[in-house]
């Protein structure tokens, strides 16, 4: 699918090369892989956007929530997206000029253990406080660090957690959950 993606983007877009590489997130030698990867074949990187998610939008409460998916949530989250900006600084640093772009959550400035998204919006506030840092500690090199926080889109992902909540607690509580997104919305509605 990869392979048939990039020929289609170098047959659609101007001269140039489309290179890929599979990663786990959650596996830190995966990561380590792909940034040994992307200095090896490009020389480095000028552009990092740490673009993940761990699907664990589960409608747990935090006591339900197993150490496994913890970890694999912060490892996903944090951790990935850090090992990632520490490979690719140092060509920015020598370049004098790089941009980092982390995806976050409007659920790090709001979120609860009665949503089931404590932890996870606790993992999207730690990766913005990581975000202001760096961009305080690498900003006189010519490099911006930037969190964009994205609103609730309704995935497969966000069907299939209503869909458990629906299971267990209950269609009240199933629309109690999505109703605590749209409630977030300025439009009043799901992207």
């Known amino acids: 699918e990869l392979k048939r993606a990039a020929e289609q983007l170098m047959a659609e877009g101007p001269a ?20 040994d990867h992307a200095i090896k074949t490009l020389g480095g990187v000028d552009i990092f956007i740490g673009n993940a998610v761990f699907d664990v939008l589960t409608g747990a409460a935090i006591e339900q929530i197993t150490d496994d998916v913890v970890d694999k949530l912060h490892q996903v989250n944090i951790g990935a997206n850090v090992s990632l900006m520490r490979a690719f600084l140092p060509r920015m640093r020598k370049n004098k000029w790089g941009r980092i772009i982390f995806s976050s959550s409007t659920t790090s400035l709001r979120s609860s253990a009665n949503d089931g998204m404590g932890i996870y919006g ?36 966000l069907v299939d957690t209503y869909n458990v909540i629906d299971k267990a ?16 919305s300025a439009l009043g509605r799901l992207a």
Do not use: C, P, Y
């Open 122 to 157: 606790g993992s999207k506030s730690a990766l913005n406080a990581i975000a202001r840092a760096a961009a305080t500690e690498v900003g006189h090199d010519g490099i911006t660090v930037n969190t964009i926080l994205l609103g609730v889109f309704k995935t497969q992902m």
């Open 169 to 184: 607690q209950g269609t009240a509580a199933a629309k109690a959950f999505m109703d605590s997104f749209t409630s977030m």
């Open 16 to 35: 140039g090369e489309v290179v890929f590489h599979t990663v786990d997130l959650g596996d830190r030698k995966s990561v380590s892989a792909l940034a």
